[in-house]
C-alpha cells in the first residue's frame, strides 16, 4: 500500500443511549401473542442503546437506527431524523433488522469438491486453501483470465474498491463486474456522454422546489417509497406531475398526466415530445446556445417524430404528447427522474438519453429545483461504481484502457502498468463466457444472479459449466447452493463504511453488533486470499476505514472526488455529496450551478437517438409484451427479504398482472410463455395495466421466476439487459406454480414463520391494491 | 378542534404498509399489527386507505361504553387505550361497537388488542411509530397547525355520519379540499336491516 495521507486512530461513534426510562409501562404480555420472529421480541431492553446507521436495501438510504440490547445483540429499529428520510422507512427498512440475528444465517464456511456432493462445514483454512489453489490450478492451465469475479452494489464502497483491486492485482484477472450492472449502467452511460460525469444532477431535496415532476419508468411507491414524500411535497407546493409508466401505479394514480405506453417505447415518445416543443417554440435557445453542442442534429432527428407516428408506436393519444410537452416547457422550473422502467431496455442509454435532451432544451439543468437525476434501485449502486468494481473503470472512475489513467492508479497501487489487465466484459456476457468454457472459475461476492439475470436457463448452464464456484453471502442464496465453497460472511450492520445514495450523497453505515461466531468481513476473506494469492503486501488491511483511506487518495482529482470525505465528516454531517476534493470542502449537491460540465470544453454533448424496437419480436404467437419490477415488500433477488416473516406474510409470492379484457377471473392459473420458457402464476386481473402488456414482480426463484422467462439482449453500450420488454403470451394452466423455500445450510431448519406464508398458494394479496374482489 | 393527533390523508397513500410493519414494531403490541389498511377499489385501482384507531371523543368510546369488564379505558388526553389484560375477558362487544372496525380480539389469548395511540411513546414525546415512518405523510402526527403549514390549503374532518348517528373523533382525515362535505359520511349506508330495504 503506498497511499501516503495518515490514517488518523478514532474511536467507533459512541451509540446514543435511551433513558431507562422510556421503557414501555406494562405492555411486555403482548410480545407473546404471535410475534414474527419471536425469538428476537424478547430483547433485554434495559441498557438498550442506539446505533445510528442507514438502511441496506435500495438506492435512498434512509436513516435509522438499530437497537442493541445490553448483551450487543441488534433486536429492533427506531427511525431516525436524518435529512434524507426525516424518520420515515418502508416496510423493507423497518424489518431489515430481522436479518442480523436470522436463524438462516450462514456461520461456518460451506465446502464440496464436486457439485454432486453435499456441501459439509468446513474449518476457514480449509475453505481458503482450497479455493486458493483452484484459482491456481485454473489460471495455471488457462491463464489468468479464465478466472473472474462478480461483486454486488449492496457491498460498501470500500469492500467495491477492494474487489476491484484484488481481481486486478492479485488474481491479475481482466474479468470483473457487479451486479449494478443489471441496475443503472444505462443511466451512467447516457450521463457520461451528456454531462461527463456519472451521477444525479440534483439532490432530492431539489424536488421540493420544482414546478414540474416528470418521473418516467419508476414505480417509486414501491421501489422507493421513502423518496415519495418528496413528489407529495412537490404536490403539495403546486407542482404538477407526470408519470410514464405502463401501470398506474400508486404515483401514477394521483398523477396530472398518467403515460401508459407500450413499454419498450420510451424513446420514441420522448423524441415526440421534444418535437412539440420544438414545433411550439418552448425551446431556451439562449440556453441551448451557451451550453451545448449537437442541438441541430437532435432538432433534426425529433422532427421525425411528430406526435401521430410517436403515439401510434407508443399506444397512447396524440393529445397525451402535446400535453406533457406543454407542461413540462411551460414549467419555471422542471425535473425529470428515472429509474429501471426506461434503463432496462436494449436501447437504454438512448431512453436516457432522451429524457437528458428534454431537460436541456428546456434549459432545466443545473439549478434549484430543475435538473435530471436516476434512481438507484440498489443500496450503493451509484458508489458501488465508482471505484473500480465495473469491467471497465478504475477507482474514481477513471477508465481501464486511458494510459493516463492507468498509470495514476499503478502509482497508488504500487504495480507496473504491464501488470495491469485491461477492460473485461460485462456480467452477462462473463456467463456467456463460462458457457464457452472461456471463464472457468468464479468467485461471487454479494450477488444472486440465478434469480436476478435474464434467461435462467442460460445462466444455470454457464454457472454449471465453471469449474469452480466460490460465494460470499450471509444467507445460502439459490446462487451459492450452486458453489463449491460458501464463505460466511458479515451483514452491513456488523461492519462499518460508506454508500453512496441517489443523490451521490456519501453516508456512514456504523456497525451495531459483532459477528456470529464463525463469520468474517468480506474485506477479511479477500485479503486473506489476496495474501494466499502472494499479493498480501498490497492487501493490508486491518478493516474498512484503512481501506477508505487508500479509496480517498485514489479517487482524489478525478471526477468522483472522494478526496475531501472523512468518517469523521460524515459522521458530523449526515453525509457528503462527491465531489469533494477537499477536507474543508463542503460536497457539491448540486451538479453544473456554474453552467460547466464535467467535459473538458464545460458544454453539454446532446445526442441523438433514433427509437428501434425491442429486441424480441412480437408474433401472433407472442403477441403480448412482459415487463418485470419489483414489489414494495422485497428487494431485488429476495435472498434477504424472503426470509422475513412479515414481509413474506406481505408478499408471499410472485403472480402475473393481467387485464380483465384477456378474461382471467382472479386467483386463476395462468401460463405465461416467451420464447425462453413458461410458467404458471395466480392472476392478478387488474384495470391498472395495459391490455397489450402483463407483469411480474422479479424477486423470486424458478419455477416463479419472471427471470426464467426474460431474454438476455444487451444495451450494446451499458451491457444491461432488456428486463422491461420481452414478448410473450397468456393462457390458461390447470395448477400454479409453487414458490420454493429459499435454500439454507445442511442442519438448519427452515425458518418456520416464512413457511407458513409460504405455502399459502393463492391468490395474490392484493398487492398495492391491486386484486379483483369479486365485484358484485 | 384536536390537539396532537393523527391526520389520515388517503390520497397520500401508496398502499406499501410500512405502517403494518412499523405498528408490528410497536413495543406496546410488538408482534401484532393494529393498522387496517384497506384497498378501496382493487382491480380498478391501487388507491389504499390506513386505518388506525380514530379514539372516538362523542359519543365517547363505544367500544368502551359497551365493554362489560370496564377494560377499555379513556385516558385524560382523549387517548381510548386497549384493554386491559387483566380486566379483558374476550367477548368481542367492542368488535362489534365500534363503527370503524378497529379492535381485533387474539381468540387463542382471549384478548382484545387495538391502537392505544402509541400511548408508550406519545407519552414520551415520540410520535407513534405508524405515523412516524409512514414514508409518504398519508398518516401524519401532529397538530393541525402543524399539518397546515407543511400543506397550505389542507382540509381536515373530525365528524362522521353513521346514518343518523354522529360521531366526532380525536383522529382526524383529511378531505378534499374541493369536496368537503360535513360530517363525512362513515361507513356503508345502510340499505337492509333484517332483510327488509330501508332506503
Ligand atoms: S428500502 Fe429504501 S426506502 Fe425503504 S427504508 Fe430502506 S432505504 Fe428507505
Ligand atoms: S405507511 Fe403510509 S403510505 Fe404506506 S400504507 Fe401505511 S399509510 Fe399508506
Request: with cysteine; aromatic share 8%.
Given at each position: 500500500?503506498?497511499?501516503?495521507?495518515?490514517?488518523?486512530?478514532?474511536?467507533?461513534?459512541?451509540?446514543?443511549?435511551?433513558?431507562?426510562?422510556?421503557?414501555?409501562?406494562?405492555?411486555?404480555?403482548?410480545?407473546?401473542?404471535?410475534?414474527?420472529?419471536?425469538?428476537?421480541?424478547?430483547?433485554?431492553?434495559?441498557?438498550?442503546?442506539?446505533?445510528?446507521?442507514?438502511?441496506?436495501?435500495?438506492?435512498?438510504?434512509?436513516?435509522?437506527?438499530?437497537?442493541?440490547?445490553?448483551?450487543?445483540?441488534?433486536?429492533?429499529?427506531?427511525?431516525?431524523?436524518?435529512?434524507?428520510?426525516?424518520?420515515?422507512?418502508?416496510?423493507?427498512?423497518?424489518?431489515?433488522?430481522?436479518?442480523?440475528?436470522?436463524?438462516?444465517?450462514?456461520?461456518?464456511?460451506?465446502?464440496?469438491?464436486?457439485?454432486?456432493?453435499?456441501?459439509?462445514?468446513?474449518?476457514?483454512?480449509?475453505?481458503?486453501?482450497?479455493?486458493?489453489?483452484?484459482?491456481?490450478?485454473?489460471?495455471?492451465?488457462?491463464?489468468?483470465?479464465a478466472f473472474g469475479l462478480l461483486g454486488g452494489a449492496s457491498l460498501f464502497s470500500e469492500k467495491t474498491y477492494l474487489v476491484g483491486k484484488f481481481a486486478r492485482v492479485a488474481l491479475k484477472t481482466k474479468h470483473v463486474d457487479y451486479n449494478g450492472r443489471l441496475c443503472m449502467v444505462s443511466a451512467a452511460g447516457a450521463n457520461k456522454l451528456a454531462f461527463g460525469i456519472d451521477r444525479a444532477g440534483n439532490p432530492f431535496s431539489d424536488i421540493l422546489l420544482t414546478d414540474c415532476l416528470l418521473i418516467a419508468?419508476?414505480?417509486?411507491?414501491?421501489?422507493?417509497?421513502?423518496?415519495?414524500?418528496?413528489?407529495?411535497?412537490?404536490?403539495?407546493?403546486?407542482?404538477?406531475?407526470?408519470?410514464?409508466?405502463?401501470?398506474?401505479?400508486?404515483?401514477?394514480?394521483?398523477?396530472?398526466?398518467?403515460?401508459?405506453?407500450?413499454?419498450?417505447?420510451?424513446?420514441?415518445?420522448?423524441?415526440?415530445?421534444?418535437?412539440?416543443?420544438?414545433?411550439?417554440?418552448?425551446?431556451?435557445?439562449?440556453?441551448?446556445?451557451?451550453?451545448?453542442?449537437?442541438?441541430?442534429?437532435?432538432?433534426?432527428?425529433?422532427?421525425?417524430?411528430?406526435?401521430?407516428?410517436?403515439?401510434?408506436?407508443?399506444?397512447?393519444?396524440?393529445?397525451?404528447?402535446?400535453?406533457?410537452?406543454?407542461?413540462?416547457?411551460?414549467?419555471?422550473?422542471?425535473?425529470?427522474?428515472?429509474?429501471?422502467?426506461?434503463?432496462?431496455?436494449?436501447?437504454?442509454?438512448?431512453?436516457?438519453?432522451?429524457?437528458?435532451?428534454?431537460?436541456?432544451?428546456?434549459?432545466?439543468?443545473?439549478?434549484?429545483?430543475?435538473?435530471?437525476?436516476?434512481?438507484?434501485?440498489?443500496?450503493?449502486?451509484?458508489?458501488?461504481?465508482?471505484?473500480?468494481?465495473?469491467?471497465?473503470?478504475?477507482?474514481?472512475?477513471?477508465?481501464?484502457?486511458?494510459?493516463?489513467?492507468?498509470?495514476?492508479?499503478?502509482?497508488?497501487?504500487?504495480?507496473?502498468?504491464?501488470?495491469?489487465?485491461?477492460?473485461?466484459?460485462?456480467?452477462?456476457?462473463?456467463?456467456?463466457?463460462?458457457?464457452?468454457?472461456?471463464?472457468?472459475?468464479?468467485?461471487?461476492?454479494?450477488?444472486?444472479?440465478?434469480?436476478?439475470?435474464?434467461?435462467?436457463?442460460?445462466?444455470?448452464?454457464?454457472?454449471?459449466?465453471?469449474?469452480?464456484?466460490?460465494?460470499?453471502?450471509?444467507?445460502?442464496?439459490?446462487?451459492?447452493?450452486?458453489?463449491?465453497?460458501?464463505?460466511?460472511?458479515?451483514?452491513?450492520?456488523?461492519?462499518?463504511?460508506?454508500?453512496?445514495?441517489?443523490?451521490?450523497?456519501?453516508?456512514?453505515?456504523?456497525?451495531?453488533?459483532?459477528?456470529?461466531?464463525?463469520?468474517?468481513?468480506?474485506?477479511?476473506?479477500?485479503?486473506?486470499?489476496?495474501?494466499?494469492?502472494?499479493?498480501?503486501?498490497?492487501?493490508?488491511?486491518?478493516?474498512?476505514?484503512?481501506?477508505?483511506?487508500?479509496?480517498?487518495?485514489?479517487?482524489?482529482?478525478?471526477?468522483?472526488?472522494?478526496?475531501?470525505?472523512?468518517?469523521?465528516?460524515?459522521?458530523?454531517?449526515?453525509?457528503?455529496?462527491?465531489?469533494?476534493?477537499?477536507?474543508?470542502?463542503?460536497?457539491?449537491?448540486?451538479?453544473?450551478?456554474?453552467?460547466?460540465?464535467?467535459?473538458?470544453?464545460?458544454?453539454?454533448?446532446?445526442?441523438?437517438?433514433?427509437?428501434?424496437?425491442?429486441?424480441?419480436?412480437?408474433?401472433?404467437?407472442?403477441?403480448?409484451?412482459?415487463?418485470?419490477?419489483?414489489?414494495?415488500?422485497?428487494?431485488?433477488?429476495?435472498?434477504?427479504?424472503?426470509?422475513?416473516?412479515?414481509?413474506?406474510?406481505?408478499?408471499?409470492?410472485?403472480?402475473?398482472?393481467?387485464?380483465?379484457?384477456?378474461?382471467?377471473?382472479?386467483?386463476?392459473?395462468?401460463?405465461?410463455?416467451?420464447?425462453?420458457?413458461?410458467?404458471?402464476?395466480?392472476?392478478?386481473?387488474?384495470?391498472?395495466?395495459?391490455?397489450?402488456?402483463?407483469?411480474?414482480?422479479?424477486?423470486?426463484?424458478?419455477?416463479?421466476?419472471?427471470?426464467?422467462?426474460?431474454?438476455?439482449?444487451?444495451?450494446?453500450?451499458?451491457?444491461?439487459?432488456?428486463?422491461?420488454?420481452?414478448?410473450?403470451?397468456?393462457?390458461?394452466?390447470?395448477?400454479?406454480?409453487?414458490?420454493?423455500?429459499?435454500?439454507?445450510?445442511?442442519?438448519?431448519?427452515?425458518?418456520?414463520?416464512?413457511?407458513?406464508?409460504?405455502?399459502?398458494?393463492?391468490?395474490?394479496?392484493?398487492?398495492?391494491?391491486?386484486?379483483?374482489?369479486?365485484?358484485? | 378542534?384536536?390537539?396532537?393527533?393523527?391526520?389520515?390523508?388517503?390520497?397520500?397513500?401508496?398502499?406499501?404498509?410500512?405502517?403494518?410493519?412499523?405498528?408490528?414494531?410497536?413495543?406496546?403490541?410488538?408482534?401484532?399489527?393494529?393498522?387496517?389498511?384497506?384497498?378501496?377499489?382493487?382491480?380498478?385501482?391501487?388507491?389504499?386507505l390506513p386505518t388506525v384507531c380514530m379514539h372516538c371523543e362523542d359519543p365517547v368510546a363505544p367500544c368502551a361504553e359497551v365493554c362489560p369488564a370496564d377494560a377499555i379505558l379513556v385516558t385524560a388526553d382523549g387517548v381510548v387505550q386497549q384493554a386491559d389484560t387483566t380486566r379483558c375477558i374476550g367477548c368481542a362487544n367492542c368488535v362489534n361497537a365500534c363503527p370503524f372496525g378497529v379492535p381485533k380480539i387474539d381468540l387463542q389469548a382471549k384478548l382484545q388488542m387495538k391502537c392505544n395511540l402509541c400511548y408508550?411513546?406519545?407519552?414520551?414525546?415520540?410520535?407513534?411509530?405508524?405515523?412516524?415512518?409512514?414514508?409518504?405523510?398519508?398518516?401524519?402526527?401532529?397538530?393541525?397547525?402543524?399539518?397546515?403549514?407543511?400543506?397550505?390549503?389542507?382540509?381536515?374532518?373530525?365528524?362522521?355520519?353513521?346514518?343518523?348517528?354522529?360521531?366526532?373523533?380525536?383522529?382526524?382525515?383529511?378531505?378534499?379540499?374541493?369536496?368537503?362535505?360535513?360530517?363525512?359520511?362513515?361507513?356503508?349506508?345502510?340499505?337492509?336491516?333484517?332483510?327488509?330495504?330501508?332506503?
Amino acid at each position: 500500500m503506498t497511499a501516503t495521507d495518515p490514517v488518523k486512530a478514532v474511536s467507533l461513534p459512541v451509540p446514543v443511549s435511551i433513558d431507562p426510562s422510556i421503557a414501555p409501562p406494562g405492555t411486555r404480555n403482548f410480545r407473546d401473542a404471535g410475534g414474527i420472529p419471536a425469538d428476537q421480541w424478547h430483547a433485554d431492553q434495559n441498557g438498550e442503546t442506539l446505533v445510528p446507521t442507514h438502511c441496506c436495501f435500495c438506492g435512498v438510504q434512509c436513516g435509522m437506527y438499530l437497537r442493541v440490547d445490553k448483551h450487543g445483540k441488534v433486536f429492533g429499529v427506531e427511525p431516525r431524523n436524518h435529512d434524507i428520510n426525516r424518520m420515515r422507512l418502508c416496510p423493507k427498512g423497518i424489518n431489515a433488522y430481522q436479518q442480523v440475528n436470522h436463524p438462516d444465517r450462514l456461520t461456518a464456511p460451506l465446502m464440496r469438491r464436486s457439485r454432486d456432493e453435499e456441501f459439509k462445514e468446513a474449518s476457514w483454512e480449509e475453505a481458503l486453501d482450497f479455493t486458493v489453489s483452484e484459482i491456481r490450478r485454473i489460471q495455471q492451465a488457462y491463464g489468468n483470465d479464465a478466472f473472474g469475479l462478480l461483486g454486488g452494489a449492496s457491498l460498501f464502497s470500500e469492500k467495491t474498491y477492494l474487489v476491484g483491486k484484488f481481481a486486478r492485482v492479485a488474481l491479475k484477472t481482466k474479468h470483473v463486474d457487479y451486479n449494478g450492472r443489471l441496475c443503472m449502467v444505462s443511466a451512467a452511460g447516457a450521463n457520461k456522454l451528456a454531462f461527463g460525469i456519472d451521477r444525479a444532477g440534483n439532490p432530492f431535496s431539489d424536488i421540493l422546489l420544482t414546478d414540474c415532476l416528470l418521473i418516467a419508468g419508476s414505480n417509486v411507491g414501491e421501489c422507493f417509497p421513502v423518496m415519495t414524500q418528496y413528489l407529495w411535497g412537490a404536490r403539495d407546493r403546486g407542482a404538477s406531475l407526470i408519470v410514464i409508466d405502463p401501470r398506474e401505479t400508486a404515483i401514477a394514480r394521483t398523477a396530472d398526466i398518467h403515460v401508459a405506453l407500450k413499454p419498450g417505447t420510451d424513446a420514441a415518445f420522448f423524441n415526440a415530445v421534444l418535437h412539440v416543443i420544438v414545433a411550439e417554440g418552448l425551446t431556451d435557445e439562449t440556453y441551448l446556445a451557451a451550453h451545448t453542442t449537437g442541438w441541430e442534429e437532435v432538432k433534426q432527428t425529433v422532427a421525425a417524430y411528430p406526435p401521430a407516428r410517436s403515439a401510434e408506436i407508443c399506444g397512447i393519444p396524440a393529445e397525451q404528447i402535446v400535453q406533457v410537452a406543454r407542461v413540462f416547457a411551460a414549467a419555471d422550473k422542471a425535473m425529470a427522474w428515472h429509474a429501471r422502467g426506461i434503463e432496462h431496455h436494449s436501447q437504454g442509454v438512448e431512453n436516457c438519453l432522451t429524457v437528458i435532451n428534454l431537460c436541456v432544451a428546456t434549459g432545466n439543468i443545473g439549478k434549484p429545483g430543475a435538473g435530471y437525476g436516476t434512481i438507484t434501485g440498489q443500496g450503493n449502486g451509484q458508489g458501488g461504481r465508482e471505484h473500480g468494481q465495473k469491467s471497465d473503470l478504475l477507482p474514481g472512475g477513471r477508465s481501464i484502457s486511458n494510459p493516463e489513467h492507468r498509470a495514476q492508479i499503478c502509482r497508488i497501487w504500487g504495480i507496473e502498468e504491464s501488470e495491469l489487465p485491461g477492460a473485461g466484459t460485462s456480467m452477462m456476457e462473463m456467463v456467456w463466457q463460462m458457457q464457452r468454457r472461456e471463464i472457468r472459475g468464479l468467485i461471487g461476492i454479494c450477488n444472486n444472479p440465478f434469480v436476478s439475470l435474464p434467461n435462467y436457463a442460460v445462466v444455470k448452464d454457464g454457472y454449471d459449466t465453471a469449474e469452480f464456484h466460490a460465494q460470499f453471502d450471509f444467507f445460502l442464496s439459490e446462487t451459492a447452493a450452486n458453489a463449491h465453497v460458501v464463505f460466511p460472511v458479515t451483514t452491513w450492520a456488523e461492519d462499518e463504511g460508506v454508500m453512496a445514495n441517489a443523490e451521490a450523497r456519501v453516508v456512514k453505515h456504523n456497525k451495531a453488533q459483532e459477528p456470529p461466531a464463525g463469520v468474517r468481513t468480506d474485506t477479511w476473506v479477500i485479503c486473506e486470499l489476496a495474501r494466499r494469492l502472494g499479493a498480501g503486501h498490497h492487501f493490508d488491511f486491518p478493516g474498512s476505514r484503512e481501506v477508505f483511506e487508500e479509496l480517498r487518495v485514489a479517487s482524489a482529482g478525478t471526477v468522483n472526488d472522494y478526496y475531501g470525505i472523512t468518517y469523521e465528516r460524515l459522521e458530523e454531517t449526515g453525509g457528503i455529496a462527491w465531489p469533494c476534493p477537499s477536507t474543508e470542502h463542503p460536497g457539491t449537491p448540486r451538479l453544473f450551478e456554474d453552467g460547466r460540465t464535467c467535459h473538458p470544453d464545460g458544454k453539454i454533448h446532446m445526442q441523438v437517438v433514433e427509437w428501434h424496437p425491442p429486441m424480441d419480436a412480437y408474433t401472433e404467437e407472442y403477441p403480448l409484451s412482459l415487463t418485470t419490477g419489483r414489489t414494495v415488500a422485497h428487494f431485488l433477488s429476495g435472498n434477504q427479504t424472503r426470509r422475513l416473516g412479515a414481509l413474506v406474510e406481505q408478499t408471499p409470492r410472485p403472480w402475473v398482472e393481467v387485464h380483465p379484457s384477456h378474461g382471467f377471473r382472479n386467483g386463476d392459473p395462468v401460463r405465461v410463455v416467451t420464447r425462453r420458457g413458461s410458467e404458471v402464476f395466480p392472476a392478478l386481473v387488474t384495470e391498472a395495466i395495459r391490455p397489450d402488456t402483463v407483469f411480474i414482480p422479479y424477486h423470486w426463484p424458478v419455477p416463479t421466476a419472471a427471470n426464467a422467462l426474460t431474454i438476455d439482449a444487451l444495451d450494446p453500450r451499458s451491457k444491461i439487459p432488456e428486463y422491461k420488454v420481452c414478448a410473450a403470451r397468456v393462457e390458461a394452466a390447470d395448477r400454479i406454480d409453487e414458490v420454493p423455500a429459499p435454500p439454507t445450510a445442511p442442519g438448519q431448519e427452515a425458518y418456520p414463520e416464512a413457511q407458513v406464508s409460504r405455502t399459502d398458494p393463492l391468490p395474490p394479496t392484493s398487492p398495492q391494491g391491486r386484486g379483483t374482489a369479486e365485484r358484485s | 378542534m384536536m390537539g396532537r393527533t393523527i391526520f389520515i390523508d388517503p390520497g397520500r397513500c401508496i398502499g406499501c404498509q410500512a405502517c403494518v410493519s412499523a405498528c408490528r414494531e410497536c413495543d406496546s403490541h410488538r408482534g401484532k399489527s393494529m393498522i387496517h389498511l384497506d384497498y378501496t377499489e382493487p382491480g380498478m385501482s391501487v388507491a389504499s386507505l390506513p386505518t388506525v384507531c380514530m379514539h372516538c371523543e362523542d359519543p365517547v368510546a363505544p367500544c368502551a361504553e359497551v365493554c362489560p369488564a370496564d377494560a377499555i379505558l379513556v385516558t385524560a388526553d382523549g387517548v381510548v387505550q386497549q384493554a386491559d389484560t387483566t380486566r379483558c375477558i374476550g367477548c368481542a362487544n367492542c368488535v362489534n361497537a365500534c363503527p370503524f372496525g378497529v379492535p381485533k380480539i387474539d381468540l387463542q389469548a382471549k384478548l382484545q388488542m387495538k391502537c392505544n395511540l402509541c400511548y408508550d411513546r406519545t407519552a414520551y414525546g415520540l410520535a407513534p411509530m405508524c405515523a412516524t415512518v409512514c414514508p409518504t405523510g398519508a398518516l401524519f402526527y401532529g397538530t393541525l397547525e402543524e399539518l397546515q403549514a407543511e400543506r397550505p390549503g389542507v382540509q381536515v374532518a373530525d365528524s362522521f355520519a353513521f346514518g343518523d348517528v354522529m360521531v366526532s373523533t380525536g383522529v382526524a382525515m383529511v378531505v378534499p379540499a374541493d369536496k368537503v362535505q360535513w360530517p363525512v359520511p362513515g361507513g356503508l349506508p345502510v340499505v337492509e336491516v333484517n332483510g327488509v330495504d330501508v332506503r
